[in-house]
């Protein structure tokens, strides 16, 4: 059997690295990045290859390109930064911030798809893009965007699969600093999303929008 190729970012914990476990588990060759070298190098499946580094980095993209070579067949673009904590409004929001969030949550996914040319592309989404939460003016738009990216994408490569997944609320470092002091101990964790980023990947579903959990619901 082929052996195939996922470029996932962010991986050193939360949905990335959950979603890291269960390819290594069916045979993929991965190659794996996330900023905090440490936690990757400790979490990571012992068979991937480990690219510690910033998204936003061309030189760092470039070192994920040569891992993973020319045939790539999964990008898993699941990095986000959330911004400031707490969130501030946007009328008051700092601008060099919002201009990180774009540039890791927007640009350097796109960066990526440029570069690797995947098959398949996951962006990994959220309800914030939908939906105008108080407080959440930056990441949320971001998002979207990073949703109508995606969608362009897709009209423009028929022969290729594009998708934005919104994997729900999680357990997980961004989300508490979404909510600082607040116990988010009741979020499901993050493995609970994983069946359905693995129903895109595995399956046949055209391009577009989805909810995780929804396509594994009963």
Excluded: C
Excluded at 5 to 26: E, K, N, P, Q
Excluded at 197 to 213: C, F, H, N, V, W
């Amino acid at each position: 059997m082929t052996t195939r190729t996922a470029v996932i970012t962010g991986a050193s914990r939360g949905l990335g690295l959950a979603l890291a476990r269960a390819l290594a588990g069916d045979g993929w060759q991965l190659v794996l990045d996330a900023r905090d070298g440490d936690a990757l190098s400790v979490a990571a499946p012992a068979t991937a290859t480990l690219i510690p580094g910033d998204v936003t980095d061309p030189g760092h993209r470039l070192d994920l390109l040569a891992a993973a070579g020319p045939d790539v067949d999964l990008l898993v673009n699941n990095a986000s930064h959330l911004g400031p904590s707490p969130q501030p409004g946007l009328q008051d929001y700092p601008l060099d911030e919002l201009r990180r969030v774009y540039e890791v949550d927007v640009l350097a996914p796109l960066a990526l798809v440029q570069l690797l040319r995947p098959r398949t592309v996951v962006n990994v989404s959220s309800d914030a893009a939908v939906e105008a939460y108080e407080g959440w003016g930056g990441y949320g738009s971001a998002k979207a965007a990073l949703d109508h990216l995606t969608a362009i994408l897709a009209a423009e490569n028929p022969a290729k699969r594009f998708y934005a997944v919104d994997p729900g609320d999680m357990n997980t470092r961004l989300h508490q600093e979404a909510f600082p002091g607040e116990d988010i101990s009741d979020r499901p964790p993050p493995e609970d999303s994983v069946p359905g980023l693995l129903a895109l990947i595995e399956g046949d579903l055209p391009s577009g929008r989805y909810r995780a959990k929804a396509l594994v619901a009963a």
